[in-house]
């Protein structure tokens, strides 16, 4: 890649948008007030926007390694928070993506340095699902369904704290699990029952507002 190229390609980009509408940029300046909060993977093949066919301040966006919703992560944490309580998004959702080098990373017993505890969390999933995982004979259908674990476990993560607990009582904020299917650029809803996954375990999460 040329960096040049970049800046080239934004001057074309910038002329492009002020064809259509040359007060494009100034009415984007006064503020952003998304729908939506999307967690996404941070590989260069999964672009939140394009993929959704969604515009600039359609969504906000946080993207990491595995599209991961760690309570000890303070950066994806403050993410949600600023989303759910400031920009008041309707809906969240978590979006993974077959063929996510990250899963596949951590369904392999080899140490990846700083990356290890970052990955622990993926194999904490599949132990949370073992007896499920274990019983797929076929390696590459066992990787797709880790991924679409995966993707259930952070949604529940993001239940899980204050601010969209109180979110979903006050407003019916909505929590989605979607998986990107690289192989044929369709996003799929996972169409995960989140009240029957939570029912036995909410009383411990739970938080009285």
């Known amino acids: 890649m040329n960096v040049q190229e970049v800046f080239d390609k934004n001057r074309a980009w910038v002329k492009d948008k002020l064809s259509i509408d040359g007060d494009y940029f100034s009415n984007m300046s006064k503020g952003q007030s998304p729908e939506m909060l999307y967690v996404g993977c941070s590989d260069s093949r999964v672009t939140a926007e394009e993929l959704m066919g969604l515009a600039p301040g359609d969504v906000f966006v946080h993207r990491n390694i595995a599209n991961m919703v760690p309570n000890a992560d303070l950066n994806v944490m403050s993410v949600v928070e600023y989303a759910v309580h400031h920009l008041k998004v309707n809906h969240i959702v978590v979006c993974g993506h077959y063929y996510c080098g990250g899963v596949k990373a951590a369904m392999q017993a080899q140490d990846l340095g700083i990356l290890n505890p970052w990955l622990r969390n993926i194999r904490d999933v ?84």
């Open 126 to 209: 599949y132990r949370l699902h073992k007896t499920e995982l274990n019983s797929i004979q076929d390696e590459e259908a066992k990787y797709k369904r880790l991924v679409e674990l995966n993707v259930q476990e952070q949604c529940i993560n993001v239940i899980k704290t204050a601010v969209v607990q109180k979110a979903i009582q006050e407003r019916g904020v909505t929590v989605h699990g979607w998986v990107f299917d690289i192989h044929s650029g369709k996003l799929i809803d996972l169409k995960i029952d989140f009240n029957k996954i939570l029912e036995d375990v909410m009383e411990i999460y739970r938080l009285d507002h």
